[in-house]
């Protein structure tokens, strides 16, 4: 399985970004599919999950109401609608899914930077 993001880029506070997430290979029995960052000298964190079967989503705190993650079945796709960016937001995000309850695949990352 690889995955691969695009859409990141330098934008101002309170601009809107969409990022995008491209699967490809065996994407049988995948589970759960998501958006982590890692902002420099932090640790990665959870940004937004959403559910294979039902589309059930869930989102961190800090981005509840601004972003929106979904998923294109057919197309075999992922996004993050970014709304109202800040400053703190920015890092480097990237795709993630699980496969077969135990298979972790990661995409290469993508920047985001939000200047104030």
């Known amino acids: 399985v690889q995955l691969v993001e695009s859409g990141g880029g330098l934008v101002q506070a309170g601009s809107s970004l969409r990022l995008s997430c491209a699967v490809s290979?065996?994407?049988?029995?995948?589970?759960?599919m998501g958006w982590y960052r890692q902002a420099p000298g932090k640790s990665r964190e959870l940004v937004a999950t959403?559910?294979?079967?039902?589309?059930?989503?869930d989102y961190a705190d800090s981005v509840k109401g601004r972003f929106t993650i979904s998923r294109d079945k057919a197309k075999n796709t992922m996004s993050l609608q970014m709304n109202n960016l800040k400053p703190e937001d920015t890092a480097v995000y990237y795709c993630?899914?699980?496969?077969?309850?135990?298979?972790?695949?990661w995409g290469q990352g993508t920047q985001v930077t939000v200047s104030s």
């Open positions: 993630h899914l699980v496969k077969n309850d135990y298979l972790h695949y």
């Open positions: 290979g065996n994407t049988f029995n995948i589970h759960t």
């Open positions: 959403i559910t294979s079967g039902s589309d059930i989503t």
